[in-house]
């Protein structure tokens, strides 16, 4: 069975040719990115931090969702579709995983994800999306935030699904919020 | 006492704790903030940018024997670090959910004490870093400021839940002093207990070295 850095690895791999980067070192100097450490992310053999793997999403103009667990629209726009090369079969469709878990990417270490509490996570704060007209990318680093402080603790399903809740509550009324202006700015600390 | 709704409080802004948090994250090299909010009769309301941490201490009530929420540390110190108190029996369990569950070193806590309020302001890392304890040593006031702005912009969700107290207002910025917490008062604090003596305002961004009595005794420094 192929893990999930492989398989994460060959789609990076796969978007990295489709936008026309030859080589990984031609694609890791163009971004800044040392070339052993991006090297090693293609094959598979060094975990992505969730940063680095938003940094690469913007890079290659990729959807971040696609890039971690595959599916079929990889990219976040249409004109950039069409550029699209053929992917390996080990590289497209679902991942094959155990019941109810599957591994994800973490800053250090490979840790195992709830996939029944992380899709909840991911339709209640996707599902503010046309109320907020809030980016993507907040999105995904506010459902990533949500998910890791409901996991981490030993509550049961509903006072999770509670937390869930009330979380995106916060989010539908602090993003409003979040247009007004700030008192304090960090350039007086 | 904890709030009776203290859990679910610790997940009603969480963007908004979020949001005013992650701003200073880079610039002040510090990964997590709590706000532990302690009103005059004792009662307990907190805030954190990782809810799950300040959940898992309150739901097995471990918050009455956690070390950095002890009187005897937040009525005696402006400052300590984490590793400095002393938790009550379960020091194993309250050490493993920081270091095992959210992976948090480095802690440290800043107090506050306002009309009688103590604003406890705890902050830490995720990742060891040998110059954490000097960086924050060298910029206790930064991180006073930051805990002070956190608290103005979560004061009016805080002021729900504490009737029949007004929550404290900050206005002025108070560096550093060490020590036992100096007592703040807003103008409002002062006329209803008339005879306190208010505190002077100082400087708000210098901390002074007082060498005059080294050079009255005529040694280097």
């Known amino acids: ?189 | 006492m904890l709030h009776q709704e203290a859990l679910d409080i610790l997940y009603r802004y969480n963007y908004e704790i979020k949001r005013i948090c992650k701003r200073f994250y880079l610039k002040s090299n510090f990964e997590h903030l709590s706000l532990y909010l302690i009103q005059p009769d004792g009662g307990m309301v907190f805030f954190s940018d990782m809810p799950s941490h300040t959940h898992e201490l309150c739901k097995h009530q471990y918050h009455q024997l956690e070390g950095i929420l002890s009187e005897k540390y937040y009525k005696q110190f402006e400052f300590y670090w984490w590793r400095d108190v002393i938790h009550r029996p379960d020091d194993i369990k309250i050490e493993s959910i920081r270091s095992d569950v959210v992976q948090l070193q480095h802690g440290f806590v800043l107090v506050r004490k306002w009309n009688d309020f103590h604003l406890l302001y705890s902050f830490a890392k995720t990742k060891y870093d040998i110059h954490f304890e000097l960086n924050v040593s060298n910029r206790l006031n930064t991180f006073l400021k930051i805990g002070d702005h956190v608290y103005e912009e979560l004061r009016p969700f805080y002021a729900n839940y504490i009737e029949p107290y007004q929550p404290p207002k900050i206005e002025t910025f108070y560096p550093f002093k060490g020590g036992r917490p100096p007592a703040y008062y807003t103008k409002e604090y002062f006329i209803t207990h008339s005879g306190l003596l208010v505190p002077e305002e100082t400087e708000n961004n210098i901390i002074h070295f007082d060498f005059s009595a080294r050079q009255r005794q005529g040694t280097d420094s």
Not at chain 1, 12 to 20: M, S
Not at chain 1, 35 to 49: C, D, F, V
Not at chain 1, 53 to 74: E, N, Q, T
Not at chain 1, 84 to 91: K, S
Request: aromatic share 8%; glycine share 4%.
């Open chain 1, 1 to 189: 069975m192929t893990d999930f850095k492989t398989l994460l690895g060959s789609r990076l791999k796969a978007v990295r040719k489709a936008a026309n980067f030859k080589s990984a070192k031609e694609f890791a100097e163009k971004h800044n990115i040392p070339a052993t450490t991006y090297g090693q992310h293609e094959a598979g053999k060094r975990a992505i931090g969730v940063e680095t793997l938003l940094h690469y999403c913007d890079a290659l103009r990729v959807d971040p969702i696609w890039l971690l667990f595959g599916g079929k629209k990889p990219y976040i726009t249409e004109a950039t579709q069409s550029s699209l090369l053929t992917v390996t079969e080990d590289a497209a469709g679902q991942l094959p995983t155990p019941p109810g878990q599957f591994q994800m990417l973490d800053t250090d270490a490979v840790a195992t994800v709830d996939v029944k509490l992380y899709n909840k996570v991911i339709v209640a704060v996707f599902n503010t999306k046309e109320i907020l007209e809030i980016s993507p990318m907040e999105l995904i680093d506010f459902s990533m935030h949500v998910y890791n402080n409901v996991v981490a603790t030993s509550a049961d399903e509903a006072a999770k699904d509670n937390m869930i809740k009330l979380s995106v509550s916060s989010l539908i009324r602090g993003y409003s919020k979040k247009r007004q202006k700030y008192h304090m700015k960090i350039s007086e600390l």
